[in-house]
């Protein structure tokens, strides 16, 4: 009943505060002025530029250590040149940036809870190394991050600045996938995961964000939403190639009974491999590369790709 309570209050206190005047140039510190999107889709999330923290100097241990993760735990993993690293969604919902590098790479890993989202880039833009913060801003219920060099706003499902000195300049987005702590370490048994000794007091065992995963209910508003029989929250992987946008519902996936899925999108062949156990899916291109796609929740996929594909059974 407390939490029950807890979480109405927050509802209330979130549409309060993205229904309250706003400065149309300025949310949070950030000029929107020459936005390339429109600023009244902008809305405040409800915490303060960084009352979200982002993680700077995040610390790994050896999978074994790790007493926060059970075998079916989300985890977001990336792999980078025999180098392997593991962050926990537990860490993530209550931090959503990490600031890291692999096997020489600068890199950031992202993740939204309320898409459901997870996405990793490189930090290199026009040669500068960049750093990142959250903004405590939306996007269609998406986050934005901003960068420390410039104060820029990005998008994370766009993967693109959206103000700011580098509006419009897009990040390389890096291969990564959202699936099971189980199922990653079979696959990469030597990986680091990120360690709860973050600097800051939280209670990695408590999802913030309670059954909103499970739930029809959005807490902002987008742009484009769905209609049809799929869930709003039903989890899909989403694939751009060449302009060319489309979804791939995990529970067609599943009622498929199959682990390989050959299909085309925009007369471009790729594959997509499905892991019932792991609840994951990814992509790879005729030559076997994996390639770079968006896993979360249908209606954040379909909030950025109104146009898009949807995948279904022969």
């Known amino acids: 009943m407390v939490q029950r309570t807890r979480d109405t209050l927050i509802s209330l206190f979130l549409i309060g505060l993205w229904l309250s005047p706003a400065t149309a140039k300025n949310l949070n510190g950030f000029s929107l002025e020459e936005s390339r999107v429109d600023v009244n ?15 700077s100097h995040p610390t790994f241990i050896e999978a074994g250590d ?12 990336i792999a980078i040149g025999g180098d392997a690293r593991a962050y926990p969604v537990k860490i993530l919902n209550w931090h959503e940036v990490v600031n890291d590098s692999l096997a020489g790479t600068p890199l950031v890993i992202t993740y939204c809870p309320l898409c459901g989202t997870g996405m990793a880039f490189s930090r290199i833009v026009d040669t500068q190394e960049l750093t990142f913060g959250v903004s405590g801003l939306l ?13 820029s706003l990005w998008s994370q499902i766009m993967g693109r600045a959206v103000t700011g000195h580098s509006a419009g300049t897009r990040l390389e987005q890096l291969p990564l996938q959202h699936t099971s702590w189980q199922n990653w370490r079979r696959q990469y048994p030597q990986t680091l995961v990120l360690s709860e000794d973050t600097g800051y007091i939280r209670d990695y065992t408590h ?4 059954d909103y995963a499970l739930s029809e209910r959005l807490y902002f508003p987008v742009e484009n939403q769905p209609e049809g029989e799929l869930h709003l929250k039903e989890t899909v992987i989403g694939v751009s190639i060449a302009g060319n946008h489309k979804a791939y519902p995990f529970s067609r996936l599943e009622r498929a009974g199959q682990k390989r899925f050959d299909d085309t999108i925009g007369g471009v062949p790729l594959t997509i491999l499905w892991d019932q156990e792991a609840s994951s899916a990814m992509a790879l291109d005729e030559n076997n590369t994996v390639l770079p796609t ?20 022969p």
Do not use: C, K, M
């Not at 993760?69 to 993993?77: A, T």
């Open 41 to 55: 889709q902008i809305l405040r999330g409800g915490p303060p530029r960084d009352g979200i923290p982002a993680l």
């Open 66 to 77: 790790t007493t926060l993760l059970e075998e079916d735990d989300r985890i977001l993993g």
């Open 139 to 151: 996007y269609n219920s998406d986050v934005l991050l901003y960068d420390h060099q410039n104060e």
């Open 207 to 210: 999802n913030p964000y309670g």
């Open 294 to 313: 968006i896993q979360g929740f249908w209606f954040a996929w379909y909030a950025f790709h109104p146009d898009t594909e949807v995948y279904a059974q």
